[in-house]
């Protein structure tokens, strides 16, 4: 069965970077497109940006642009998403969420992982 | 980018309420849409795409309609379960992914 199983909760101080972990199994990583989505605390679901497992290519949100960098290893089915110079406003839960057709115009995210909460706070 | 706006931003219901969430966008985005449902500390779960798809394993109480601009969701009788937050999200026109911003379900 397709798992998504994110690492674990990041404390980090304002300035600093993170890197949150995705290791997909159950299916051929490099077939499907990953996304990166965060919510704030309270907040809604806001798009981070997207990989693509097999090329390596990132589209980001305009907003991360700079800040963002999402990377994967085939090897071990794994794909990253650092973001850099955090503030408070970065604290949320980030979520990877898998694009189900690399080759169809009606998609959607039909497999997610579990979280990881990151704070930021000094 | 496509702004999707959601109505109302929170109901209350009784089990056995029919309810409907509208999700409306700021251009055509033809059947490019999704709606999700959310419960506390879980991640995000399928339940309708391409407007009115039904995701396999989620109960048929649920339902969706619309194309262009203005899309629904439907519950038709309210379980228990059903109390959470559900988004609208298109996948229309990208970058950016666009979600709604949200209507949280409660008693």
């Known amino acids: 069965q397709v798992q998504l199983v994110q690492s674990g909760a990041e404390v980090k101080k304002p300035g600093a970077s993170v890197k949150v972990s995705c290791k997909a199994s159950?299916?051929?990583?490099?077939?499907?497109?990953m996304h990166w989505v965060r919510q704030a605390p309270g907040q809604g679901l806001e798009w981070m940006g997207i990989?693509?497992?097999?090329?390596?290519?990132?589209t980001y949100a305009q907003k991360f642009q700079g800040r963002v960098t999402m990377t994967r290893d085939t090897s071990t089915s794994t794909v990253y998403m650092e973001l850099s110079s955090l503030r408070s406003e970065d604290t949320a839960v980030y979520y990877c969420?898998?694009?189900?057709?690399?080759?169809?115009?009606?998609?959607?995210?039909?497999?997610w992982g579990q979280g990881t909460l990151v704070t930021v706070s000094s | 980018d496509i702004q999707m706006t959601q109505s109302p931003s929170s109901l209350s219901a009784f089990v056995g309420d029919r309810v409907t969430i509208t999700c409306r966008a700021s251009?055509?985005?033809?059947?490019?849409l999704n709606w999700y449902q959310q419960k506390p500390g879980k991640a995000p779960k399928l339940l309708i795409y391409?407007?009115?798809s039904l995701q396999r394993g989620v109960p048929s109480r649920f339902s969706g309609s619309g194309s262009g601009t203005d899309f629904t969701l439907t519950i038709s009788s309210l379980q228990p379960e059903d109390f959470a937050t559900y988004y609208c999200?298109?996948?229309?026109?990208?970058?950016?992914?666009?979600f709604g911003q949200g209507t949280r379900l409660e008693i």
């Open positions: 969420a898998r694009e189900s057709s690399m080759t169809t115009i009606i998609t959607f995210f039909d497999y």
């Open positions: 159950g299916y051929t990583f490099t077939n499907y497109y």
């Open positions: 990989i693509n497992p097999s090329g390596g290519s990132t």
């Open positions: 251009q055509s985005i033809s059947s490019s």
């Open positions: 391409a407007a009115s």
């Open positions: 999200q298109q996948s229309y026109s990208r970058p950016p992914i666009t």
